[in-house]
Nanobody, 129 residues
Framework: QVQLVASGGGSVQAGGSLRLSCAAE????????MGWFRQAPGIERVPVAA????????YYADSVKGRFTISHDNSTNTLSLQMNSLKPEDTAMYYC??????????????????????WGQGTQVTVSS
């Protein structure tokens, strides 16, 4: 597994914006699917957004649709997450992952991390009301 390091977190007021970045340390491996996940204290880690790097199809959790935008720079193999209109409930530690799995039906997008994924360093996002 490629270990990824997230950065760009911080503290903002509700309605503000942040941009997260993610890079693979010491590796040029380019995964078919890359995604963002988040974990708030006392709550299990949940998916936020994912992108298929071959074609740029994107997938989002319902809670962030219309506010967050995921992107991938093929030239630098860097994953980004632009977060706008932030809400206090977005407060969490954010992690990125490679080799995720995605699916979609009429109602929602679905994102799964690789099984037994070894999570890298996350970045804290705190949104105050």
């Amino acid at each position: 597994q490629v270990q990824l390091v997230a950065s760009g977190g911080g503290s903002v007021q509700a309605g503000g914006s942040l941009r997260l970045s993610c890079a693979a340390e010491g590796s040029t491996y380019r995964a078919y699917c890359m995604g963002w996940f988040r974990q708030a204290p006392g709550i299990e880690r949940v998916p936020v957004a994912a992108i298929v790097t071959d074609g740029d199809s994107t997938y989002y959790a319902d809670s962030v649709k219309g506010r967050f935008t995921i992107s991938h720079d093929n030239s630098t193999n860097t994953l980004s997450l632009q977060m706008n209109s932030l809400k206090p409930e977005d407060t969490a530690m954010y992690y990125c992952a490679a080799d995720c799995t995605v699916s979609r039906d009429y109602y929602s997008d679905y994102i799964w991390p690789p099984p037994n994924y070894h999570w890298g360093q996350g970045t804290q996002v705190t949104v105050s009301s």
